[in-house]
């Protein structure tokens, strides 16, 4: 049966001033990539492909590194565009991104909807899939646009699957039918 590993990236260092779209990861997120990597080597994805976010990309380097795979980048793996919302507190980006699953066809959090972003997400892992037609794929991602795509495969609720997302964490569905194989909430260094 062959396989998608659709990961969320390992803990970036948030910078005040700098958008998280533009986001590395912290130290702790570069240590927690070896576990990572030990997590989803049973799965032995034939690439790791990333979107081109800062995060995802040091993430997926690092998995790939460790796993003696090769890394390719894809357009449309990125978050969902809220380039232009400034750090917020905890509690208030919960609340807007409680809002954002709820009311998804409403600009309620940045730039995009998250219909759109879903739209935008599950085109871009079919293309990937197309790319890579033989084996199992790892796809190093963002929170709110797996939650999007793992929810519409039947996971559950995108917000409470948000919740549960550590980071790192990861979901492995079968392909074609997206049909969810394992959930990992929490990958700790």
């Not at 998995?63 to 003696?68: E, M, N, P, S, V």
């Not at 809002?99 to 219909?115: I, P």
């Not at 790892?138 to 559950?156: K, R």
Request: proline fraction near 7%.
């Amino acid at each position: 049966m062959r396989k998608l590993i659709l990961v969320k990236h390992a803990r970036p260092q948030m910078t005040e001033g700098i958008p998280s779209h533009a986001w590395g990861l912290s130290d702790e997120g570069r240590a927690a990539c070896g576990p990572l990597a030990a997590a989803i080597r049973p799965h032995d994805p034939v690439a790791i492909v990333t979107s081109e976010e800062p995060k995802a990309h040091e993430t997926a380097r690092l998995i790939a590194d460790a796993l003696g795979k090769p890394i390719d980048t894809a357009a449309g793996l990125q978050e969902h565009d809220r380039s232009n919302v400034p750090i917020m507190r905890p509690g208030e980006f919960l609340s807007a991104l409680a809002l954002f699953f709820k009311a998804q066809n409403r600009l309620v959090l940045g730039k995009e909807t998250a219909y759109e972003a879903a739209e935008r997400f599950q085109r871009a892992v079919e293309s990937v899939l197309k790319e890579y037609p033989d084996g199992n794929v790892a796809i190093v991602t963002h929170g709110t646009v797996l939650a999007l795509f793992a929810s519409e495969n039947g996971a559950g609720d995108p917000f409470q699957l948000y919740r549960q997302f550590g980071l790192p964490s990861f979901l492995v569905f079968s392909v074609p039918d997206y049909k969810l194989l394992e959930k990992r909430e929490k990958i700790v260094a």
